[in-house]
């Protein structure tokens, strides 16, 4: 599975954003996919994941109630729309890709296989 994000950009805070990640690969409708972040010197954050029919969801606390996770199998896209953004939001966000999670969502990033290479969301204050 070969994953690419877009969506990224700059932001004030308050308003919003939509990251899509394009898959390619003939697994990306059966695995569980998931959305990290990442902001300088920090470590990496789980943000949101779904399961490979969109039934099931899981947040990281720190965006529940803002962001929302959803897929689009025939497209081979997963979206992350990110409401109410807040300057702790700038990070690098990537999209993953757990090939073997079944029914099952994780948080854990070392559950994931397929890695993007990122891309840049700023929310200025």
């Known amino acids: 599975v070969q994953l690419v994000e877009s969506g990224g950009g700059l932001v004030q805070a308050g308003g919003s954003l939509r990251l899509s990640c394009a898959a390619s690969?003939?697994?990306?409708?059966?695995?569980?996919m998931g959305w990290f972040r990442q902001a300088p010197a920090k470590g990496r954050e789980f943000v949101a994941a779904i399961t490979w029919n969109g039934g099931s969801t899981l947040y990281g606390d720190s965006v529940k109630g803002r962001f929302t996770i959803s897929r689009d199998n025939a497209k081979n896209t997963v979206y992350l729309q990110m409401n109410s953004l807040k300057p702790e939001d700038t990070a690098v966000y990537y999209c993953a890709a757990n090939i073997a999670a079944g029914i099952f969502l994780s948080d854990n990033d070392a559950k994931y296989n397929y890695w993007g290479p990122g891309t840049q969301v700023t929310v200025s204050s």
């Open positions: 690969g003939s697994s990306f409708s059966s695995s569980a």
